[in-house]
């Protein structure tokens, strides 16, 4: 029983991290059952057809044909587990708070089923103290009473989904558990998975080191939609800017000005800090300000494409090109198209999209590329997406991408 036992890890939360972090984990050798709380998903994924792009339709059905992997929605099947892993969303509320209503009711879930000995790790994001706080206290409160030993890890999930070079296998780990024991089993955890296993001291140093990697993302790319603000007031191309600043071989990091951010990651993990931050009687000041600047970048987006339209046409026809938030991916949470698209509204646009991994968006569905406009916004290069048929026809773009910039009819934000 304990032998089979040992090679049991349930995964709460089938997402962009939770199916990857399954597939990965049956490469390793474990049996991996994945459980949610949304039926269709998971009679989805059991149906063999993968709702996330990082994992094919024939890796899972290979893993679930050999019996290393199911989903479930059934919590009691993490009774079977010795590793449990929390991969729930940790979204904004109405007052873009932390909103950990779904990580509760996860560790809620879980907890009568907690075996003795088990390991708990939380993956999904969130501020200093979120493990400690609340998901160790609820499953205390709540676990049978014969698991007298349960251990308790946090290990920020980093992936960077449709990213081709890193994924959760070779992108380094930071562990950081409660106490000793804790935290020898989560390093053994992880190393069973990863290449690169890095332990710190605590809990708090791995949920904070997640929110400043995000954070960093955040403010760079601010710094970078200003600047390019400021750049076009006068004329200067921001892009040989920043290429040219690109050549320094120390000290310098690359960001790319856009209609803004989006995705569950960088929109939202930095505003955990920030009411992480007046939780505790501070301030961080740098993340407000930027936060502000991305999010009014749709409406400047909006302003410089309308510029594009001769004066005389009142309502014009507008084409966004992508409106998921990346290349790559058909992710279209918190997208500042979205916001984009409301801008140009507002403006007496009449605005349509298309992006050819996206079947459905905002109550629409996409466009072809020969939808009549006269401008067209490439707020996301899609791979797949043939524009030469708006260049031939003329069409002025505003390329937010700066892909297509040295085409003809072609504006570069
Ligand atoms: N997507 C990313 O790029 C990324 C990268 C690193 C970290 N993260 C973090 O990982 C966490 C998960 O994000 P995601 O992108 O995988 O989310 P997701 O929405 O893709 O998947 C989460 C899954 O959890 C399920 N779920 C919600 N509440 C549940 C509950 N109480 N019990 C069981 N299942 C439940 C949902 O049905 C969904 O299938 C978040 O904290 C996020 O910030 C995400």
């Known amino acids: 029983m304990h032998a089979q036992r040992t090679q049991v890890l349930a995964i709460i ?37 993968s709702p996330v792009e990082d994992v094919s339709d024939e890796k899972l059905q290979a893993a679930i044909s050999t019996g290393a992997y199911t989903a479930t929605i ?34 809620r879930g879980i907890a009568p089923y907690v075996s003795n000995e088990t390991l708990v790790v939380s993956e999904s994001t969130s501020y200093p103290g979120t493990l400690r706080e609340i998901i160790v206290p609820i499953i205390n409160e709540f676990k049978p009473e014969t698991s007298k030993s349960i251990y308790f890890a946090s290990a920020p999930e980093r992936v960077n989904p449709g990213d ?18 804790s935290q020898v089993r989560a390093l053994a955890f992880y190393e069973s998975i990863c290449d690169s296993v890095v332990s710190v001291s605590s809990p708090e140093v791995a949920e904070a080191a997640k929110l400043l990697e995000n954070t960093f993302r955040l403010v760079n790319i601010a710094l970078i939609n200003e600047f390019t603000q400021l750049c076009s007031a006068v004329d200067i ?34 505003l955990y800090l920030t009411w992480w931050a007046r939780a505790h009687g501070g301030k961080a000041l740098i993340v407000e300000t930027a936060n502000l600047i991305n999010l009014e970048m749709p409406s400047y987006v909006a302003e410089r494409a309308l510029k594009l339209v001769n004066p005389s046409i009142k309502n ?67 791979p797949g997406m043939n524009l030469n048929l708006l260049i031939q026809k003329g069409i002025q773009i505003l390329d937010c991408t700066d892909s297509i910039s040295n085409l003809a009819g072609v504006t570069s934000l």
């Open 237 to 270: 191309k921001v892009h040989e800017v920043i290429q040219a600043a690109a050549t320094k071989p120390y000290g310098f990091m690359r960001f790319n000005p856009g209609v803004g951010v989006g995705g569950h990651c960088i929109p939202v993990d930095p």
């Open 164 to 181: 081709p070079s890193w994924n959760q296998t070779n992108t380094p780990r930071l562990v950081g558990a409660i106490d000793r024991e």
């Open 316 to 382: 014009p026809r507008v084409l966004i090109l992508g409106v998921a938030y990346k290349p790559g991916v058909g992710d279209v949470r918190e997208t500042p198209v979205s916001e984009l698209k409301v801008n140009l509204k507002k403006q007496g646009a009449e605005v349509a999209w298309h992006d050819p991994l996206v079947p459905m968006w905002d109550g629409s569905k996409p466009v072809d590329l020969d939808w009549d406009c006269d401008v067209a916004i490439l707020a996301t290069l899609q």
């Open 74 to 107: 059934d919590f009691s099947a993490v009774e079977l587990a010795t590793v449990i892993t929390i991969c729930v969303p940790t979204p904004l509320d109405h007052a873009r708070e932390p909103d950990l209503t779904l990580l509760r009711n996860a560790a």
């Open 13 to 49: 939360g089938q997402g962009y991290v939770g199916l990857p972090l399954a597939m990965a984990a049956v490469d390793a050798g474990w049996k991996v059952i994945g459980v949610d709380n949304f039926p269709a998903k998971v009679a989805q994924i059991n149906g063999g057809s």
